[in-house]
């Protein structure tokens, strides 16, 4: 007669154990969803840099209150003509402060819809009136304030350097003649003259002020940079 077969029973898994592999799959499924989110914010930062276009919830590119001032301060001559803003020593790179030790990277004015644009690591130029004696014209630079561009501004006082470094390794010195913080919705005029004025326009964090450095023009230096 046939031995009984014996049934095989597989062995019971305690609720301590399902628990366990819960928890595990369930930190697995966290740790994936934020490198995928992770992942897609560089990649929407990314596109932002590369085609100046700002995305909802990106933050390489933002629109900045500073439309008013550039537009005020923009000499009639410069429409359609940028480049005669440039003069014969290249154009602006760096930006240099006396009170940072760090440079500011300068890259072209972003315009995109009816406002100007601002990068998170770097400053925006543009040029206000044509060149002066062969030098760069009154320019505009503006920037967020960040650690990553100026931290704290209001430690330039007058008296203070500005240094702006162009491409063919020429550096202008510009002397700090005023540092006011205004509403970002009230008119700022830059007075002009025969010499070049730089004018840093600092944008707080929450874009309601703007913070004004009038930089005059001292003198040019060829440098390496």
Do not use: C
Not at 75 to 100: C, I, R
Not at 124 to 132: E, G, M, N, V
Not at 197 to 211: E, F, N, W, Y
């Amino acid at each position: 007669m046939a031995a009984a077969k014996t049934r095989r029973t597989q062995p019971r898994v305690s609720f301590k154990t399902r628990l366990q592999h819960g928890w595990l799959f369930g930190q697995y499924v966290i740790l994936m969803s934020l490198s995928l989110f992770a992942t897609a914010f560089i990649l929407l930062n990314g596109y932002e840099l590369a085609f100046s276009k700002t995305i909802p919830y990106a933050t390489a590119l933002t629109s900045v209150p500073v439309r008013d001032v550039i537009d005020r301060n923009t000499n009639s001559a410069l429409l359609g003509h940028a480049s005669l803003g440039e003069g014969g020593f290249g154009k602006p790179v760096y930006l240099k402060l006396s009170t940072q030790v760090t440079k500011v990277e300068i890259v072209p004015a972003i315009y995109q819809q009816g406002s100007y644009l601002a990068r998170a690591a770097t400053a925006q130029y543009a040029y206000l009136t044509p060149a002066k004696n062969g030098n760069i014209g009154n320019t505009i630079i503006y920037l967020r304030e960040s650690w990553r561009t100026v931290n704290h501004p209001e430690k330039l006082e007058a008296g203070d350097n500005l240094f702006l470094d162009t491409d063919r390794e020429w550096r202008y010195m510009f002397r700090v003649s005023n540092n006011q913080v205004l509403p970002a919705s009230t008119p700022f005029v830059l007075a002009d003259g025969t010499t070049p004025h730089l004018l840093l326009a600092i944008v707080s964090p929450d874009k309601t002020q703007i913070r004004y450095i009038t930089g005059d023009f001292v003198n040019i230096q060829n440098v390496q940079l």
